[in-house]
């Protein structure tokens, strides 16, 4: 008799179980989920072709793709025992049909409501409204999957419109985000709220820091590591059942998603470090500097000095083009009521890093001369080409390579000496400090197995 189940959910405690429900997806503890809506399904055997015994079927495949979302799965390279790209799309758009039959059931129901007691007549109509705002939901999700796959994409293809990527996150908000709105699922906008903030933050601090805006990069750093302390508390690493031999508890990792926007927060961090060097260390003393910089991911400093001295370089700089920029302040900050005049001639293109000291006026003449040149000859939009530029001055007998970090940003090495423009060293010191700078390499780790 016990196999038989439950006939007719009456309300309450199918509410408590759908908060429980969803508690679990927005803390990461997917199998626990899929876990509870199997279990509730088989209490109403009976009843399995009923609105809630769809809908619980609708559940067990949401927890999965939750899953799949989380783990950035559907990124994986594609391969004989691997899934295609598309395949959690498809499953976001399964669910968006299975809930919509749920619909068709409740008001099918609802025609047919002799006998139904007036809790369960109510609880079928939750249910439609649910399965309404889950539609959304699902909807929502697939398009976040496509941003990710462009997001990789332009890693790949080395050209990064950041700001156009922070306006689809934006659109994606606006379009959806008050589209799931009921208490039940309070947990799941909280964690699409979350995830879709930090984006926007990072992207919107990688734009203004291109542009060189100290204080707007710094908030927007500053209120995604704000979110994502909060969603990690959210999601906190939580113990394992102990081993059988009596082993000490493991702790589960957090889903792929949340260490790789983790990651990118602190990759702008270093970039940060680098970018507004000059106006941190006027804050710290020469030891404090040195103890913070090297505790980021990407010390750029250090490696920078650390080329400097392996080779004979006289000088590293990264030179901001302020040509057409408004709001260009010393140091990246304006105080309120300070009027600055705007940059003229070489003044327009300063050195935002310098090493060793300031950077050598006998040589940025022809420095400004050959970024202008190659801005001129390529389209200043397109300037994440994995491209080094070289010249060679007979008349100081000096060797300049550059190569654009940012779409007003190039990092500028200075030889006083004649060197080969295939240098592999120096080359690669370049390449390796553009590729983190830009963010194409990390874009592209965003897909399992890449490198």
């Not at 493991?250 to 998603?257: D, E, T």
Request: a neutral charge; proline letters at 4%; charged letters at 20%.
């Amino acid at each position: 008799m016990a196999n038989v189940g439950r006939l007719s959910p009456n309300g309450d405690k199918e509410e408590q179980f759908l908060e429980d429900y969803f508690t679990c997806i927005s803390r990461c503890e997917h199998d626990k989920a899929k876990e509870l809506a199997d279990k509730e399904r088989d209490l109403y055997k009976a009843t399995f072709g009923s609105s809630w015994g769809l809908f619980l079927l609708s559940l067990s495949h949401f927890a999965v793709a939750e899953k799949n979302y989380m783990s950035l799965g559907f990124l994986e390279q594609k391969g004989f025992f691997t899934r295609s790209k598309d395949t959690l799309k498809s499953g976001y758009q399964s669910l968006m049909h299975d809930l919509r039959r749920v619909e068709e059931a409740v008001k099918s129901a609802e025609e047919q409501s002799f006998g139904m007691t007036a809790s369960t007549l109510e609880f079928e109509k939750l249910l439609a409204h649910l399965c309404d705002q889950l539609c959304f939901f699902t909807q929502a999700r697939q398009e976040t999957i496509h941003f990710y796959e462009q997001v990789h994409i332009m890693g790949m293809t080395k050209h990064i419109n950041f700001e156009d990527l922070s306006m689809v996150i934006e659109d994606i908000v606006s379009v959806h985000s008050k589209n799931f709105h009921h208490p039940i699922l309070a947990p799941l906008k909280s964690v699409f709220g979350y995830e879709c903030d930090i984006l926007h933050h990072l992207l919107v601090a990688q734009t203004t820091m291109s542009e060189w805006q100290f204080l707007t990069s710094l908030l927007h750093i500053h209120e995604a590591h704000t979110k994502l302390t909060s969603w990690g508390a959210l999601i906190q690493l939580r113990e394992t059942k102990k081993s059988t031999f009596g082993g000490s508890s493991k702790h589960a990792s957090p889903p792929a998603l949340y260490p790789w926007l983790n990651r990118f927060k602190n990759l702008l961090l270093s970039k940060f470090s680098i970018y507004f060097y000059d106006i941190l260390q006027r804050q710290s003393s020469p030891p404090e500097m040195k103890s913070l910089i090297s505790k980021t991911p990407d010390d750029f400093v250090t490696r920078i000095q650390t080329f400097h001295k392996k080779t004979d370089a006289c000088h590293v700089a990264l030179v901001l083009n302020t040509q057409g920029l408004d709001g260009v302040y010393p140091g990246g900050y304006q105080c309120p009521g300070r009027i600055v005049e705007t940059p003229q001639g070489l003044n327009s293109f300063p050195t935002i890093f310098s090493y060793p000291g300031e950077r050598p006026a006998n040589h940025f003449p022809s420095v400004v001369m050959m970024l202008t040149e190659g801005r001129e000859r390529e389209d200043p939009t397109a300037y994440a080409q994995d491209k080094i530029h070289y010249l060679y001055d007979k008349g100081s007998h000096s060797s300049y390579f550059y190569t654009q970090v940012d779409v007003r940003i190039s990092l500028v090495v200075i030889f006083e000496s004649k060197k080969s423009e295939k240098d592999s060293y120096v080359n690669t010191f370049m390449n390796d400090i553009a590729t983190h700078l830009r963010c194409t390499k990390f874009f592209i780790s965003l897909k399992a197995g890449s490198k």
